[in-house]
């Protein structure tokens, strides 16, 4: 029989109502047998989710004030769902411990992770399947980063002998034992971790939306859901800001091929986004994916004759960013001209001492930075001709006189990358978005 992790967001959870429709979603397939929750969201606009309820909890702690009012307040929000459910639960003591913890020693991490091991008790109480505590098998380094060989290992040892489970995402532990977080939006990657720990068939990722949008809705109100998207595709659309999942979800899953299905909890009759390793043939005729973008970038532009005929002009170049420790998002090279893309608040704080250091170490003939640029990107694995789609996106962008300041194209697949002002991000996106829809 096909296992499903399955994986559900704050607002799946925010009140007993989301609850009910999780129960009513895995019990329509027995394939979904290990769930990881998130702490419980939003109810509506203007409410607060419970991490950042927690997270306020934790500051008032830190300089003396009143936590235990908000604390209260957090208590009452579970208490609400597992009366409205039936389910008993002694919260009393669970939230005693958070309280004098609090007291005694304020902890972040800690503090913020009792989000999801609460919601993840109640849910297992309510659809009597045994809890798992993360703090058992999701496993952190000294540096703080995810030991993937140890949490793959524990994971599976606790997994393997249990029909299904309920695991509270977003946290795990310490070398020492002591709670850590993954950064916000993290239980998506314990999620991937589940679904890779159980080999599981499919990762389902279920949300308030019905999956990836070929653009950003705010900008381009007729955005489409988007049918499939490679993982290739989908970390090029997260990268330049499309978010439906944690960056790093997808690497656990990507490694063995497990396809990710984004679903949406308040309409599962929809299909959702299927994110796969490849894109399957029948959508070879779908040119483009999406479109996706980020702001508040700056473009350095060095200009020197004759560079191209010597050697280890950019790697000095790119080693002066290296020392200032500022990570650059693309290098464009020329004839005779580099274009480094960077992020502006990175750049800012070392412009003075990069600019120096460029002058003295490769004498450029002109340096200039622009700044308030915005970058897009366009996707299409599948581009039949991607050097006709690009002609044809930025014909659109130009025929609506935005001037595009730089332009990026991978070969082979299309991974269209424009830059233009601040100024002109959303417009741009607008007429790259309408270009495509007209060629699909
Ligand atoms: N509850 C955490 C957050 O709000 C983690 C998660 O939902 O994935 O970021």
Not at 27 to 36: K, L
Not at 89 to 98: A, H, P, V
Not at 212 to 237: F, G, H, T
Not at 372 to 387: R, W, Y
């Amino acid at each position: 029989m096909s296992i499903y992790a399955v994986k559900f967001g704050g607002t799946s959870l925010a009140d007993a109502g989301q609850f009910r429709k999780v129960r009513s979603i895995i019990e329509a397939n027995p394939a979904r047998r290990f769930i990881v929750v998130s702490a419980p969201g939003k109810r509506r606009d203007g409410d607060i989710k419970v991490t950042d309820m927690l997270e306020d909890c934790l500051s008032l702690a830190l300089s003396g004030g009143d936590f235990e009012t908000l604390l209260e307040k957090v208590k009452r929000r579970y208490t609400e769902i597992a009366d409205d459910l039936g389910v008993n639960m002694d919260f009393d003591s669970e939230f005693n411990i958070i309280a004098t913890c609090l007291t005694a020693m304020p902890h972040r991490d800690y503090t913020l992770s009792r989000g999801e091991y609460l919601s993840a008790k109640l849910m297992a109480a309510y659809l009597g399947r045994p809890f798992v505590d993360p703090a058992k098998c999701v496993c952190f380094d000294e540096n703080g980063a995810l030991d993937e060989d140890e949490t793959q290992a524990l994971m599976e040892k606790t997994l393997a002998p249990l029909d299904g489970a309920v695991i509270a995402g977003f946290y795990g532990k310490n070398p020492d034992g002591s709670i850590k977080t993954f950064s916000r939006g993290g239980s998506d990657v314990t999620g991937a971790l589940v679904a890779r720990a159980v080999s599981a068939d499919l990762y389902e990722n279920w949300t308030d939306v019905s999956g990836l949008m070929d653009a950003d809705p705010r900008i381009v109100p007729s955005a489409k859901c988007v049918e499939s998207v490679s993982y290739r595709e989908l970390r090029i659309l997260s990268y330049m800001g499309a978010s439906v999942l944690h960056t790093d979800a997808v690497k656990p899953v990507s490694q063995r091929g497990i396809p990710i299905n984004i679903k949406n909890t308040n309409r599962p009759e929809d299909a959702g986004t299927l994110i796969v390793p490849e894109l399957p043939r029948e959508h070879r005729r779908l040119s483009v994916t999406g479109v996706a973008g980020r702001k508040g970038l700056s473009v350095l532009q060095v200009e020197k004759s004759m560079v191209s005929d010597g050697a280890g002009f950019t790697a000095v170049l790119l080693d002066v960013f290296k020392r200032h420790r500022v990570p650059f998002e693309q290098c464009l090279t020329g004839i005779d001209t580099i274009t480094i893309v960077i992020r502006g608040e990175l750049l800012r704080p070392r412009q003075d001492d990069i600019i120096r250091d460029i002058a003295r170490e490769l004498d450029p003939d002109t340096l200039k930075i622009i700044d308030h640029l915005s970058m897009i990107t366009v996707v299409g694995e599948n581009a039949a001709d991607s050097a006709d789609v690009s002609a044809k996106l930025i014909g659109a962008v130009q025929a609506g006189g935005i001037h595009i300041s730089t332009i990026n194209q991978g070969a082979g697949r299309l991974n269209l990358i424009i830059g233009v002002a601040e100024n002109d991000y959303s417009r741009a996106i607008q007429l790259l978005h309408g270009a495509i829809s007209e060629m699909a």
